[in-house]
């Protein structure tokens, strides 16, 4: 689907039914492509037994607490 910002402004209910629909949403302004609205999915959701931290406590690692969460993180500060 494709919306202008007026659309947006006025006629939010159906983009947010497209998004409803998982269609994605291309924001033109002035008749140039601005970004694109994306539905959020339930599949990027995970489970909390599949998080690498789940069961940290009792395993045997030798590792500080600190650098494993360092290591967890390190993805997520990269990108900035």
Not at 28 to 43: M, T
Not at 57 to 65: A, I
């Amino acid at each position: 689907m494709k919306a202008t910002v007026v659309d947006l402004r006025y006629k939010m209910k159906d983009v947010l039914k497209a998004l409803d629909r998982n269609e994605k949403v291309t924001v033109l302004y002035r008749g140039r492509v601005k970004g694109i609205l994306i539905p959020a999915g339930g599949s990027s959701q995970q489970k909390i037994i599949e998080h690498p931290f789940f069961g940290m406590s009792s395993s045997d690692e030798s590792q500080p607490v600190g650098d494993i969460m360092a290591q967890l993180r390190s993805p997520r500060y990269n990108d900035i």
